[in-house]
């Protein structure tokens, strides 16, 4: 007879732990009250992977561990689960950035669907064994398509993927539905919206046109700024994945947004308001004079860039209670601060030096 599920005891891997999401949620389980199982990061350390990101986990003990390997190699992937007794898996590894699968597609197809799909036969394998084995799957928005000036995204909205990026994510969505109905396997799948927040790599829109006001450098606005999206405060996020993991129905997606529909010009905008209270550019010698909003420049909009995408979350809110708990305004103020108080991890990300030291310390084995 299998054993119940309890997500407070588990044995939980965690795949790209050492990116943007990942980290923040190791982090965010770690420090929980009530959590007393273990936590194993398992991260490739590509370009966004940074064991910084994961400073301080090392005081949990045995409670925590680190494997670098790939999730589409099939042996390290079940050797990390042997080895330290997962039960669950949480999958958020993912090449992510959308300008980059325009560009470079390849990368995205086989991590983000071949990847998921190594993932899932390893978790079929312990399922064998563990009836009550479970998977939660971290997907996006973005699969949804594009939105009018209306209405928005909720569990039942067609797939309508519009990038390289979407589609794979869009594809790998279905995979992990299908091991459900399939094999019965113990799933959940969640579509969030635009996270933003400490730790994220600097390719991505908010910590992007921060540390370029800081330097004085342009910021950078497709097209006309209007167009729209849904922002979700990481912290906000680890914690609807966490109770989805001890609460959520297997089987079941579930959409996960910050009631927060801002266009990219606004953002900025207010990106450029909280660092002027911050920050201000009078006392910043790389703005010579200037404020930072006077630093935004509209570019060519770039290829199939969606136009609006929102989320409907009452689902979770419906029957977990899940709320996003920060405003707009106090994650953006927290976010900001989190940057400008964190110089030594931005110089690392600039130099390179954070890649010399993970190839120093965590040799490809």
Avoid at 19 to 39: D, M, P, Y
Avoid at 104 to 130: H, M, Q, S
Avoid at 308 to 318: E, G, L, N, T
């Amino acid at each position: 007879m299998a054993k119940s599920f309890h997500f407070s005891k588990a044995s939980v891997l965690v795949t790209g732990g050492a990116g943007f999401i990942g980290s923040n949620f190791i982090h965010h389980i770690l420090a929980r009250r009530g959590f007393s199982g273990k936590v194993v990061n398992l991260d490739k350390l590509t370009y966004a992977g940074n064991p910084g990101n994961l400073a301080g986990a090392r005081k949990y003990g045995r409670r925590y561990a680190f494997v670098r390997g790939d999730i589409c190699d099939p042996g390290c992937v079940k050797a990390a689960m042997k080895r330290h007794g997962v039960n669950c898996i949480v999958n958020f590894a993912a090449e992510s950035h959308v300008d980059r699968s325009i560009h470079g597609p390849a990368e995205f197809i086989n991590t983000n669907i071949n990847g998921a799909f190594v993932l899932l036969e390893a978790a079929r394998e312990l399922w064998k064994a563990d009836a009550a084995t479970r998977f939660h799957h971290v997907s996006t928005d973005e699969v949804y398509g594009s939105l009018g000036p209306k209405g928005r995204f909720t569990e039942k909205t067609p797939y309508d993927p519009r990038s390289p990026y979407s589609a794979s994510k869009a594809s790998s969505d279905h995979l992990v539905s299908a091991y459900s109905h399939t094999y019965g396997l113990q799933v959940t799948i969640s579509n969030c919206s635009n996270n933003y927040g400490p730790r994220q790599f600097p390719e991505k829109l908010i910590p992007l046109m921060i540390l370029n006001a800081l330097e004085g450098k342009p910021l950078p606005v497709y097209g006309d700024g209007k167009n729209v999206r849904d922002w979700l405060y990481v912290e906000d996020h680890c914690d609807a994945i966490r109770l989805l993991l001890e609460k959520g129905r297997p089987g079941e997606t579930y959409n996960i947004g910050g009631g927060c529909e801002k266009r990219n010009i606004d953002l900025v905008k207010n990106l450029c308001s909280a660092l002027e209270s911050l920050a201000p550019s009078a006392a910043n010698a790389a703005l010579r004079g200037r404020k930072y909003s006077e630093l935004i420049t509209y570019v060519k909009d770039r290829p199939g860039h969606d136009r609006r995408y929102a989320i409907d979350y009452s689902k979770i809110h419906r029957e977990l209670g899940w709320n996003p708990a920060h405003t707009f305004a106090e994650g953006l103020a927290r976010t900001v601060e989190w940057y400008l108080g964190n110089s030594e991890w931005i110089a690392n990300i600039k130099n390179g030096s954070y890649r010399k030291w993970l190839e120093k310390n965590y040799a490809r084995r």
